[in-house]
């Protein structure tokens, strides 16, 4: 079973920016990507990237701001935050297989989380 490791969160002024890495331990074919999960609300969608990195998803409310990318040879997915707002803040998740639709569900496993934290 694929494991995956989170990395990069961190504490940022509003208006900077951030690279989350997710690093899976084998290779996956599926499309993958982000959730986050803010105090006291319920885990959302935030983006997602194909197996191939050909076709890219983001939640509206990031979508101007956050861009993703894959690299294969290594395992690694990435999500590139810029112009970081304080309601970005949360712990971002990573999952191995995220199924595409009009609502975007994790069907794979968990990384463990890391904190994104944006002050004001």
């Known amino acids: 079973q694929v494991k995956l490791v989170e990395s990069g969160g961190g504490l940022v002024q509003a208006g900077e920016s951030l690279r989350l890495s997710c690093v899976a331990s084998i290779r996956t074919f599926t499309t993958m990507g982000w959730f986050r999960q803010a105090p006291g609300k319920e885990r959302e969608f935030v983006a997602a990237i194909s197996w191939s990195g050909g076709r890219t998803y983001f939640a509206d409310s990031v979508k101007d701001r956050f861009s993703i990318s894959r690299d294969s040879a290594n395992n690694t997915v990435y999500l590139q935050m810029s112009s970081l707002k304080p309601e970005d803040t949360a712990v971002y998740y990573c999952?191995?297989?995220?199924?595409?639709?009009?609502?975007?569900?994790?069907?794979?496993?968990w990384g463990q989380g890391t904190q994104v934290s944006v002050s004001s």
């Open positions: 999952n191995s297989e995220i199924i595409p639709g009009a609502t975007m569900r994790p069907f794979g496993v």
